[in-house]
Nanobody, 126 residues
Framework: QVQLVESGGGLVQAGGSLRLSCAASGRTFTSYAMGWFRQAPGKEREFVAAISRGSASTYYADSVKGRYTISRDNAKNTVYLQLNSLKPEDTAVYYC???????????????????WGQGTLVTVSS
C-alpha cells in the first residue's frame, strides 16, 4: 500500500491562504481515492474533501465548500488541498488519506480510509 507524507501547514492570518501537499510513495497511487480530514483540539476528526482516482469527482464538507479546493496529480503521486479565506475555526491538524473505496464513500464516512498520513498543523490567527 502507499505511504503518505503531508506538507505545507503553518501559521497564517485569517483571510489568508495555504496549499497543503500529500506525497504518496509506491506505484499504486491511482488505485486510491484520496481525501483530506482534519482534527481540531478537543474535537473528533472530520471529513474535509475527497477526490476520485481520475479527478472526475470531488466532494467537500459544507464548512469548507467554496473556500477549499482538492486536486491531484497522478503523474507526481501527489494530492493537494488549496485553503483560501481561512478562518480561525479552520485551525486543526490536517490529515491526508487514501481509500480503496470511492471518494463518495469517504465523504459519507461510509468506509474509513486504509492509509493515513502523519498530519500537518494549520493554525489560523484572528
Amino acid at each position: 500500500q502507499v505511504q503518505l507524507v503531508e506538507s505545507g501547514g503553518g501559521l497564517v492570518q485569517a483571510g489568508g491562504s495555504l496549499r497543503l501537499s500529500c506525497a504518496a510513495s509506491g506505484r499504486t497511487f491511482t488505485s486510491y481515492a484520496m481525501g483530506w480530514f482534519r482534527q481540531a483540539p478537543g474535537k473528533e476528526r472530520e471529513f474535509v474533501a475527497a477526490i476520485s482516482r481520475g479527478s472526475a469527482s470531488t466532494y467537500y464538507a459544507d464548512s469548507v465548500k467554496g473556500r477549499y479546493t482538492i486536486s491531484r496529480d497522478n503523474a507526481k503521486n501527489t494530492v493537494y488541498l488549496q485553503l483560501n479565506s481561512l478562518k480561525p475555526e479552520d485551525t486543526a491538524v490536517y490529515y491526508c488519506a487514501a481509500s480503496t473505496s470511492t471518494a463518495q464513500a469517504m465523504a459519507l464516512r461510509a468506509r474509513s480510509p486504509e492509509v493515513w498520513g502523519q498530519g500537518t498543523l494549520v493554525t489560523v490567527s484572528s
